[in-house]
């Protein structure tokens, strides 16, 4: 009675030990071990079926170390004794594998094995797998003991998957949700396709545990380019890779606008075999990017991490409806990028009509006065009027130099290049300040070391620009700048004591605040404005630095 009892009381304990586990991973390993421990068998194994319901698409082993798992290579689809259970369902014990006529042998380097059980794990009627254990200790046969154990213990073990796979299923939607709330967001906050497109293939690879993930987007006349990319390894060195539009997977997702999986890549003639050469795949999956119905881009899944690199038609759906936000973030993107380009060249356009009706209407007329001149100065050669006009014409002279070399700092001021930002600024608000009667104080309390070059310029155009919006509407007697840095991020704090304006008044493109704000925009900063009538103007500028 003793010896019945020391194994059951083991059972007890293994059903305690099973349900407490909520990794499915960790529970199938621990099932394993638990069967073999309890009827003294040499190897374990758990077969999980697959969808289809006649193949194994997990195999979980237990006694094999790992240098003859690796030499056997792939794990059993379930063919032979292991078929009989997937198709049977119910416990067998043979004394001899060899001997049964239904066994197929084992591969090479594969240990020998005589004695076996198999004993079927059920959710709810329906076969998830099945245990198999062989060569029981001593030589012997497993027993009716060693069934009923395993049978009690594979009832316990399948109300722990389930709940397992229960827990899963609740972390993988909590995943699911986080990533497309991540990928609403950078839809309505991300400016920067580039970035977009690494969030996008991040969390892809995630959703779907997958070893590499790409977005694919056209590129050259006829190909589709992989523009962003995430994986185990050679992720950058694939970005830029192209694939033809004509003649590959991607390219017929693309054109097509229908999604696809792929079981065995090498089997598809459609497949890139550069490409699955150098990802090392054997499955994926490719769904389009549609924007408006009309196809953008291609987004691409390449083996899972698991054992079986297969992807399920669960996966595929979850990357459709992945794809479908993401199709948006990137179209998006895009436009917000297009904008901001047009933005900036109709901005360019605009100072540089700006320069030319100066060159024109100062410089140009200065030039004219000055040949003019020249002509007065022949004439009076000789007489008493040549030194007064020798003498004028040498002022126009210095006046067009100085609104030459006024136009070549507004174009880009040389101090800038030269000692960095605060210098650049002394000069602009000294130059200010003499030309316009405005009092301005600048006080820097910037560290010594000189910001990125792209953060500079930026701030240096928007005092700038603030500077003309403070002649042209502030009327304003004293302007104050505070530049300063916190925390990885540098600011820069503009306030008049003039006339300031009510919000209802306010109009932007007058202020130039849109050039303003797409300037800062592009290193990743905000800019901030507050105004009342009577009351003066502050503007806050924060870029970060990293």
Do not use: C
């Not at 696809?260 to 459609?270: F, G, N």
């Not at 924007?291 to 979850?318: K, N, Q």
């Not at 002279?397 to 600024?425: I, N, S, Y």
């Not at 840095?485 to 209802?504: N, T």
């Amino acid at each position: 009675m003793q010896s019945r009892r020391s194994p059951f009381r083991g059972l007890v304990e293994a059903g305690i030990a099973l349900s407490s586990e909520l990794s499915l991973e960790a529970l199938l390993q621990r099932l394993v071990e638990t069967a073999a421990e309890l009827t003294g068998a040499r190897y374990a194994a758990l077969g999980v079926i697959d969808s289809s319901g006649r193949e194994l698409e997990r195999f979980v082993i237990h006694g094999v170390d790992p240098e003859t798992h690796a030499a056997i290579g792939d794990l059993p689809r379930g063919r032979g004794i292991l078929g009989v259970l997937i198709r049977e369902a119910r416990p067998l014990r043979l004394h001899s594998i060899a001997d049964d006529p239904r066994s197929v042998g084992f591969p090479p380097h594969h240990p020998p094995m005589t004695t076996f059980l198999g004993v079927p794990v059920l959710l709810r009627g329906i076969a998830y797998g099945n245990l198999y254990l062989t060569e029981k200790e001593g030589g012997a046969d497993f027993t009716d003991e060693d069934e009923e154990l395993v049978t009690l213990l594979a009832s316990q073990a399948a109300v722990a998957i389930e709940n397992a796979r229960l827990y899963e299923s609740s972390r993988a939607w909590a995943r699911q949700l986080e990533s497309l709330d991540e990928i609403t967001t950078a839809m309505v906050s991300e400016l920067q396709p580039a970035r977009v497109l690494e969030l996008i293939v991040r969390r892809m690879r995630e959703l779907v545990d997958a070893r590499f993930v790409a977005v694919l987007l056209p590129g050259a006349e006829g190909a589709l380019e992989i523009a962003a990319a995430d994986g185990e390894e050679q992720d950058d060195e694939l970005v830029g890779f192209q694939l033809p539009l004509d003649r590959s997977k991607t390219g017929r997702v693309f054109q097509e606008g229908t999604s696809v999986r792929i079981d065995s890549l090498l089997d598809d003639p459609e497949v890139d075999p550069e490409l699955v050469r150098r990802v090392g795949a054997r499955a994926g999956l490719w769904v389009p990017l549609l924007a408006r119905d009309e196809p953008i881009g291609v987004l691409m899944a390449l083996d899972r991490t698991r054992p079986d690199p297969r992807f399920s038609d669960g996966d595929l759906r979850l990357a459709q409806r992945f794809a479908a936000r993401a199709a948006v973030a990137v179209d998006v993107s895009q436009r917000v990028a297009r904008e901001t380009v047009r933005r900036i060249v109709e901005g360019q356009e605009h100072e540089r009509r700006r320069l030319s009706r100066e060159l024109h209407d100062e410089t140009g007329q200065a030039l004219t006065s000055i040949l003019l001149g020249l002509r007065t100065l022949e004439e009076a050669k000789g007489t008493e009027a040549f030194g007064a006009a020798l003498a004028e014409l040498r002022e126009l002279v210095v006046a067009t130099l100085q609104d030459v070399r006024r136009l070549a700092v507004e174009l880009r001021p040389k101090a800038l290049d030269d000692f960095g930002l605060v210098p650049a600024l002394e000069r602009l608000t000294s130059t200010f300040s003499e030309q316009t009667g405005i009092a301005v104080e600048l006080e820097s309390r910037l560290p010594e070391a000189r910001l990125p070059s792209e953060i500079e310029t930026v701030l240096y155009r928007v005092v700038q620009e603030a500077l003309t919006n403070v002649v042209k509407h502030a009327r304003a007697e004293r302007v104050s700048i505070l530049l300063r840095e916190r925390e990885g991020r540098v600011a820069v704090v503009i306030e008049d004591d003039g006339q300031g304006f009510s919000a209802e008044l306010r109009t932007d493109d007058g202020l130039g605040l849109v050039g303003m704000r797409e300037r800062v925009a592009l290193v990743g900063g905000r800019l901030a404005l507050e105004s009342s009538a009577g009351a003066g103007t502050t503007i806050v500028v924060e870029a970060p630095l990293g």
